[in-house]
């Protein structure tokens, strides 16, 4: 009974939110170019499917082609900065100093490299994802016991040994964890990217809608970003619970 009202939470609590949403649009006569109803919404969206469909998909394709980069550059150089207590300590400053950059900012450097299109929209959602998979891959790393290292090395294990069969096992649940974070902040990258230089996309889709003061099809565009959003959230969390539940349950053990 408890699990059946755990996964039917988000769906109640959904829908509560968008009933209150339309009973306070109804109540207050709230006028649709302010906030437009759920209703309104949904509306706009079956009436401009088509075009929430074409953008929609270009969306996805340039966020999981950013996504796949900083996968792969993440990962990669996650190993590296956790291989090294001196390279972690140079590069991690470095890191650090270069995600605080606004993304909005580096569009226009992009636009003027590549011009107007889907890369720009890659590279950001590319640039703004790979951090955080950086970050855990490398704590996960930096996690090893001093203790458990020297125990190792005694044994006669190397230091590439020592990464191989416990470093990398022990940061994949700080992996797959970031995935989750990293996808999401992949779909703002290519928004943002697409709003300010780009011919296709949810995001340019809402700008050209908002000049037209098309205020039901900006928050339809929103609510299919939202639903892309969502969705790819879900699939990296089951992707983490398949991948990585042995580290749950361990836990779970711990705790009882």
């Known amino acids: 009974m408890t699990l059946t009202i755990d996964r039917l939470a988000p769906w109640i609590f959904t829908l509560g939110l968008f009933a209150i949403w339309e009973a306070a649009c109804r109540l207050f006569n709230i006028d649709q170019f302010i906030l437009p109803a759920p209703?309104?919404?949904?509306?706009a969206m079956v009436r401009y499917y088509k075009p929430l469909l074409r953008n929609g998909?270009?969306?996805?394709?340039?966020t999981l082609a950013g996504f796949g980069l900083a996968v792969s550059f993440g990962l990669a150089l996650g190993l590296l900065v956790g291989w090294s207590r001196t390279i972690y300590r140079g590069l991690y400053p470095v890191m650090i100093g270069f995600n605080s950059i606004p993304k909005v900012?580096?569009?226009?450097?992009?636009?003027?490299?590549?011009?107007?299109?889907?890369?720009?929209?890659?590279?950001?959602?590319?640039?703004?994802s790979f951090f955080p998979i950086v970050v855990n891959v490398a704590t996960g790393l930096a996690t090893i016991e001093p203790e458990m290292e020297d125990v190792l090395r005694a044994l006669g294990a190397?230091?590439?040994?020592?990464?191989?069969?416990?470093?990398?096992?022990?940061?994949?649940?700080?992996?797959?964890?970031?995935?989750?974070?990293?996808?999401?902040?992949?779909?703002?990258g290519s928004v943002v990217s697409e709003t300010i230089a780009s011919n296709a996309g949810l995001g340019f889709l809402?700008?050209?809608?908002?000049?037209?003061?098309?205020?039901?099809?900006?928050?339809?565009?929103?609510m299919a970003l939202a639903i892309e959003g969502i969705a790819?959230?879900?699939?990296?969390?089951?992707?983490?619970?398949?991948?990585?539940?042995?580290?749950?349950r361990s836990s779970q053990s711990a705790a009882g």
Do not use: C, H
């Open 39 to 43: 209703s309104v919404i949904v509306e």
């Open 57 to 62: 998909f270009v969306t996805l394709w340039t």
């Open 105 to 128: 900012a580096v569009v226009p450097i992009l636009v003027v490299w590549f011009g107007i299109g889907e890369v720009p929209a890659i590279i950001t959602a590319f640039l703004i």
């Open 158 to 188: 190397n230091k590439l040994d020592i990464m191989l069969k416990v470093g990398i096992p022990r940061a994949m649940p700080y992996f797959f964890g970031s995935l989750k974070i990293a996808i999401t902040l992949a779909f703002v």
């Open 206 to 222: 809402m700008t050209q809608a908002g000049s037209n003061f098309q205020m039901p099809l900006v928050f339809a565009g929103l």
């Open 232 to 248: 790819m959230y879900a699939v990296f969390a089951a992707l983490e619970r398949r991948m990585t539940g042995w580290a749950v």
